[in-house]
């Protein structure tokens, strides 16, 4: 008899509501779809750019036709309101198209020069994928986040094995149901469903590689399984996002993007801003702008709300903690306070004057709460931003200013005078650097990752000075020096 899987349950963080039951896959069963997955790959690779970018279309497509219940189920599963879920996916749906298009340009094989000294021989890279690709997925953009891995793994000619957060896996099945309808055949795509045990699971199966979204602390789980195998990693991981608004920046549209920036979704954002730093000429007006737009958003599940419930219930004790951290430190409220965490929801919290040691500014808060500081002048911004662990985005406001701040952050992506524009354009890399994790999703950069360069190199003729064999001769010697030194014997300076 064969062993049932143990399953486990999805629940409307906002209405308590079941919206469906999941088996919890077991190490063997994983190892089984994994085994499946690296069986299909062969053929899927062997299909080409051409018709691995037509699958693409077609499930792209396909999404958009069933745009409407994809973005239901986001909503149901994390509470955020269904225009952020529907915005979810239309954007999912862009880097799909954009990883199956863009693949063969970026991929390609590339002839490289040989040098002088081998002129004779064809130098050429190919990239190579890695068979099957691991994707671990986080609950807060759950089909946005893992599709920067997913579409574009595939789309280099790897197939998948997906594992989505235990919060959402009903929107992770639905994208596999998809996929299923157009797919050429099996196996190319699979979602194994469970918790962090199952995620585990996938780390220590055969994948070639894995790419994992979530805390700093699971990657570091994940980092440290991966490398018993050998298996390379990409890392997203979390941030403390700073903003930094210039004496010259447009105030009403910096305050009207930050708030968005910060609270959307709950404030459940990597890439959210969770501290600004405001030069003090404009410090009050920012402040001032800015509590007013937020005291008008409300949150809630049903129509006019702005954004959801914490989407993990524990999260709310992690939002309490910094919020009493930063007023036991000296930070002063200029809206809501620690009683602005209700059942579920939180309301929007403004602090200032925060003390840059306290949780509320050095720990990823997740959480509908925007640290704002004064600074003197923007190389103290700047300081102050780049003082974290952490290195994901940053947004710079300033009329004039905007590129010179920006070149000075230590972190992968920076918008200037917008937000997290460039989370939804597929040619630009998403990654961070030091407890932001490492490695590239989207672009250019996030189709390289799911390839590994393969050198090939072969004699287009013969030539009588040949090097590398024993045979070598002593004329053969004499003409290598000579060469060397016609190319690189120079006065040192
Ligand atoms: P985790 O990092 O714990 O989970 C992310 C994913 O990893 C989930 O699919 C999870 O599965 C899986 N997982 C858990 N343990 C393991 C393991 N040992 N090996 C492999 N996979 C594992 O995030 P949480 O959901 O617990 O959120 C905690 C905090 O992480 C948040 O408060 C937030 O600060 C941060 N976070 C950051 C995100 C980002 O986008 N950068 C996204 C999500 C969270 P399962 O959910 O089933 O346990």
Known sequence: MVERSKSFESINPATGELVGEFPIHSKAEVDAVVATAQRASYDWANLGF???????????????????????????????????????????IEHIA?????????????????GLLMFNMASQVQ????????????????????????????????????????????????????????????????????????????????????????????AKKVAA?????????????????????????????????????????????????????????VADEFKNRIVALARELKPGFGEGAKYGPATMPAQLKVIKSHIEDAVARGGTFLLGDQNSIKEGYVEPVIMADVPEDSTAVTEETFGPTLVINTVSN????????????????????????????????????????SSFSFAAIG?????????????????????????YPRTVVRPRFRIPLEFTTFNRSERADRILVRIVRLLHKRRIR
């Not at 890399?429 to 799911?450: K, M, N």
Request: proline share 4%.
């Open 50 to 92: 051409r018709g691995r970018n037509l699958a693409l279309k077609d499930w792209a497509s396909l999404l958009t036709h069933e745009m409407e219940r994809a973005a239901d189920l986001i909503h149901r599963e994390t509470g955020k309101p269904i225009s952020d879920a529907r915005l979810e996916v239309a954007i999912a």
């Open 98 to 114: 954009w990883a199956g298009k863009y693949a063969p340009r970026i991929l390609g094989r590339q002839n490289r020069p040989s």
């Open 127 to 218: 990239r190579v994928p890695f068979g099957v690709v691991g994707v671990i997925g986080p609950w807060n953009y759950p089909i946005f986040t893992p599709i920067g891995s997913i579409a574009y793994a595939l789309a280099a000619g790897n197939t998948v094995v997906f594992k989505p957060s235990e919060y959402t896996p009903a929107i992770a099945v639905f994208l596999e149901e998809c996929w299923r309808r157009v797919s050429p055949f099996h196996g190319i795509f699979s979602v194994v469903t469970g918790d962090g045990a199952t995620g585990a699971a996938l780390t220590e199966s055969a994948v070639g590689k894995i790419s994992f979204t979530g805390s700093t602390r699971t």
């Open 225 to 281: 399984s991966c490398a018993t195998r050998m298996t390379p990693v990409v890392l997203e991981c979390g941030g403390k996002d700073a903003v930094l608004i210039d004496r010259d920046a447009d105030l009403e549209r910096a305050a009207e993007f930050t708030l968005w920036h910060a609270m959307s979704n709950a404030g459940q954002s990597c890439i959210g801003a969770e501290r600004v730093y405001v030069h003090r000429e």
């Open 378 to 417: 923007m190389d103290e911004a700047v300081d102050l931003a780049n003082a974290t662990s952490f290195g994901l985005g940053a947004a710079v406001w300033s009329k004039k200013n905007g590129k010179r701040i920006a070149s000075l952050l230590q972190c992968g992506m920076v918008s200037i005078n």
């Open 427 to 451: 040619s630009l890399p998403f990654g961070g650097v030091r407890d932001s994790g490492y490695g590239r999703i989207h672009g250019a950069e996030g189709l390289l990752e799911f390839t």
